[in-house]
């Protein structure tokens, strides 16, 4: 019932590099050129047509994955920004 992680199974990348570049891509406004220069820096050579088509195929649930861990108003297990010092007395 709970979503299951993408398979990698037959990918010439390892899954760290894969996720990697769907985060960084759907993270922030980069394109699929940015990403490429971005790990050819870290020593990883692949094309930005390869990093669209692990988009296209892993974006889905990485970005269905993003919106289930977002936290929610009211959501008691992040500290409450009104409750968080209501304890201390005033000098």
């Given at each position: 019932?709970?979503?299951?992680?993408?398979?990698?199974a037959?990918?010439?990348?390892?899954?760290?590099?894969?996720?990697?570049?769907?985060?960084?891509?759907?993270?922030?406004?980069?394109?699929f050129?940015?990403?490429?220069?971005?790990?050819?820096?870290?020593?990883?050579?692949?094309?930005?047509?390869?990093?669209?088509?692990?988009?296209?195929?892993?974006?889905?649930?990485?970005?269905?994955g993003?919106?289930?861990?977002?936290?929610?108003?009211?959501?008691?297990?992040?500290?409450?920004?009104?409750?968080?010092?209501?304890?201390?007395?005033?000098?």
């Amino acid at each position: 019932m709970g979503a299951e992680a993408p398979s990698y199974a037959g990918f010439r990348f390892p899954a760290e590099i894969i996720s990697h570049c769907v985060w960084l891509s759907h993270r922030f406004p980069l394109s699929f050129r940015e990403v490429e220069e971005m790990m050819l820096a870290r020593g990883v050579i692949l094309s930005h047509e390869t990093v669209r088509q692990w988009c296209a195929k892993f974006g889905q649930t990485y970005a269905t994955g993003r919106r289930r861990r977002r936290t929610r108003p009211g959501d008691r297990r992040v500290g409450n920004w009104r409750g968080d010092n209501h304890w201390r007395k005033a000098p």
